[in-house]
C-alpha cells in the first residue's frame, strides 16, 4: 500500500514518544524541526536522546508505558523494541484520533516518517511506503547536494513580496521570473 503525501501543521499539537533508544533519538530528532509540544515515556533514555530532550524542553516520564498514557495527546510515537507494546498502543488509540506512528511495524502505523530535507519554509519529502527505507535516505542524501542552502533565504524574501504585492496576473508572472532565475542560478 502506498501512503497518501501530506504536509501537517503539528506545532500545535501534542506528540507521545514511546522508547529512549537509538530510533526514538532519530524520531525526536525530526520532531523537533516541527514541534516543542513532545513527551516521552520510556524506561531508559540513551544519551543523545537526553541530550535532545535537555536541549528543546522535552517533558519525560522514566518509567514503562501505562494504559491510558495516550489520552491527550494527538500523535504517538512508538519506538521500542516490543512489538507487543506498538500492537497495544495502536488498538488503544483505535475509536480515537490519535495517529500512530509504530517503528519498523507498518502493520500498526497510521503514517509513517519519510526521509526529508529541510531549508527554510522548503521541505522535501521521500518516501518508500515503508519497503526501503535506506533507498529513501539515499535519495535524500543525492538531493542535498543539489538543492542549494540559499533556498531558505530566496524563500523568505518570496515570503515578504507576497505580503507587498496585490494578487493578480503581473504578481504572478513577476514571481515566476523570479523563480526561473534563481534556478538559472543556483540549478545548473
Same mark, same amino acid.
Given at each position: ?36 509540544? %513532545? ?7 540513551? /544519551?543523545?536522546?537526553?541530550?535532545? !530532550?535537555?536541549? @528543546?524542553?522535552?517533558? +519525560? ?62 521541505? %522535501? ?7 526501503? /527505507?535506506?533507498?529513501?535516505?539515499? !535519495?535524500?542524501? @543525492?538531493?542535498?547536494? +543539489? ?42
Amino acid at each position: 500500500m502506498s501512503y497518501f503525501p501530506m504536509f501537517m501543521d503539528i506545532h500545535r499539537l501534542k506528540v507521545l514518544v514511546v522508547g529512549g533508544g537509538a530510533i526514538a533519538t532519530e524520531k525526536l530528532e525530526k520532531l523537533v524541526d516541527f514541534t516543542k509540544e %513532545i513527551t516521552v515515556i520510556a524506561l531508559r533514555i540513551e /544519551p543523545q536522546a537526553q541530550a535532545l !530532550i535537555e536541549t @528543546h524542553g522535552i517533558t +519525560v516520564y522514566q518509567r514503562a508505558y501505562e494504559t491510558g498514557d495516550l489520552e491527550g495527546f494527538d500523535i504517538a510515537i512508538v519506538a521500542t523494541d516490543t512489538v507487543a507494546l506498538h500492537k497495544e498502543i495502536y488498538e488503544e488509540s483505535r475509536g480515537s484520533r490519535i495517529l500512530v506512528n509504530s517503528v519498523d511495524n507498518t502493520d500498526y502505523c497510521d503514517f509513517i516518517f519519510p526521509s526529508y530535507l529541510k531549508r527554510g519554509d522548503l521541505t %522535501i519529502a521521500f518516501s518508500t511506503g515503508g519497503t526501503s /527505507p535506506a533507498f529513501a535516505k539515499q !535519495i535524500r542524501r @543525492h538531493f542535498e547536494n +543539489v538543492i542549494p542552502d540559499s533556498v531558505g533565504e530566496f524563500l523568505e524574501k518570496m515570503k515578504a513580496l507576497r505580503t507587498t504585492m496585490p494578487k493578480g496576473k503581473e504578481r504572478m508572472k513577476y514571481f515566476d521570473t523570479l523563480v526561473s532565475e534563481y534556478f538559472q542560478k543556483y540549478f545548473k
